[in-house]
């Protein structure tokens, strides 16, 4: 059964970094094409960055680009994204989900499995 569990979300002061985990089971990273998306309050959940299942290609929104980082660990079977210079307009709920295509890595309606997400607060 495919399960994704987030971590490494928390309270950061602005200019500050944090490295989320996405841990994977049911499932091989290099099998099934991996997604972050957030939600803010208040506003719609937004695509964040995405790896691709096949040869590990990573795409960003725009405007998170040179600031966000995606990775991958097959060993360990977990996907990442390294958060750099955040913002308080960063804060939301941080998702991982997959899924074995996506067409749009930045729909969410492309995603089947999600994880249960983690809390990014950045405030001073």
């Known amino acids: 059964q495919e399960q994704l569990v987030e971590s490494g979300g928390g309270l950061v002061q602005p200019g500050g970094s944090l490295r989320l985990a996405c841990t994977i089971s049911?499932?091989?990273?290099?099998?099934?094409?991996v997604g972050w998306f957030r939600q803010a309050p208040g506003k719609e959940r937004e695509g964040v960055s995405c790896?691709?299942?096949?040869?590990?290609?990573?795409f960003y929104e725009d405007s998170l680009k040179g600031r966000f980082t995606i990775s991958r660990d097959n060993a360990k079977n977990t996907v990442y994204l390294q958060m750099n210079s955040l913002k308080p307009e960063d804060t939301a709920v941080y998702y991982c989900?997959?899924?074995?295509?996506?067409?749009?890595?930045?729909?969410?309606?492309?995603?089947?499995?999600w994880g249960q997400g983690t809390q990014v607060t950045v405030s001073a």
């Open positions: 989900a997959a899924d074995l295509v996506a067409y749009d890595c930045f729909d969410e309606s492309d995603f089947a499995y």
């Open positions: 049911g499932f091989s990273t290099d099998e099934y094409m």
């Open positions: 790896i691709d299942r096949s040869d590990g290609s990573t």
